[in-house]
């Protein structure tokens, strides 16, 4: 299947600083990209959709000036956590869709620990 | 928009036997149904999905039906083994935009 990576799997930052996460797709170009926050023991909760040289569209409920999202190119997603506070801590996770609308599937990045302190 | 539901949020089986896992979705626009499976820390894998067209797949051990009318989608899988012990969840979307995840089904199989 397809390849998404996902740097750096784990990160610790203080607070009130800014923390970014890369998501890449390495053998596929992804006009769409999906970042999900995850809690221990819960589901994988929508944040944004990411297009590729557009502005992301955020669900509702998630700050979009505290998770910036830029999707410069076809293979690159960046989630920044801005002045990032404890209750931010979490499981970060991209996803990536492949192929035409008409029939794709969407893969996973191996998802990144924050951590703030 | 689209809000899934999954039951039962903890299964626990025999090895050999058999486990189901149902979900059901409310936006009857949805046409495309995937099931991952996660462990723990790690990416969900996509073990199996079904798109509208059609009302069942398998594939080895594991299978999934679609009923389009009622809502709902469930997965079976069969002969559970120890390793099958994970998290699945469902999902559901409108041609894999804005996919909606259900709350998970944390399996655990029984040697």
């Known amino acids: 299947g397809a390849v998404v990576s996902q740097h750096p799997s784990w990160v610790i930052c203080k607070s009130g600083t800014s923390v970014k996460i890369e998501c890449r797709s390495l053998?596929?170009?992804?006009?769409?990209m999906f970042w999900y926050r995850q809690f221990p023991k819960q589901s994988l909760m929508l944040m944004a959709t990411?297009?590729?040289?557009?502005?992301?569209?955020?669900e509702q409920g998630v700050e979009k000036d505290k998770f910036l999202i830029n999707h410069a190119s076809l293979t690159l997603s960046t989630l920044t956590v801005t002045s990032a506070h404890p209750e931010d801590s979490s499981f970060y996770i991209c996803?990536?869709?492949?192929?035409?609308?008409?029939?794709?599937?969407?893969?996973f990045g191996e998802g990144s620990w924050l951590t703030v302190v | 928009g689209e809000n899934v539901e999954q039951h039962p949020s903890t299964l626990s089986v025999q090895e050999g036997d058999s486990a189901v896992i149902k979900c059901t979705y409310s936006?009857?626009?949805?046409?495309?149904f995937p099931w991952y499976k996660q462990e723990l820390g790690k990416r969900p894998q996509l073990i199996i999905d079904?798109?509208?067209?059609?009302g069942e797949k398998k594939d080895q051990r594991i299978a999934v039906t679609l009923n389009k009318t009622a809502k709902h989608f469930s997965l079976h899988i069969t002969e559970t083994q120890p390793e099958d012990s994970a998290v699945y969840f469902c999902?559901?979307?409108?041609?894999?935009?804005?996919?909606?995840f259900g709350a998970g089904t944390r399996l655990t199989v029984k040697p």
């Open positions: 079904i798109r509208s067209n059609v």
């Open positions: 990411s297009n590729e040289g557009s502005k992301a569209t955020y």
């Open positions: 996803s990536a869709r492949t192929g035409t609308i008409s029939g794709n599937t969407i893969y």
């Open positions: 999902a559901a979307s409108i041609q894999n935009n804005d996919m909606r």
């Open positions: 936006d009857s626009a949805s046409n495309y």
């Open positions: 053998d596929f170009q992804a006009t769409t």
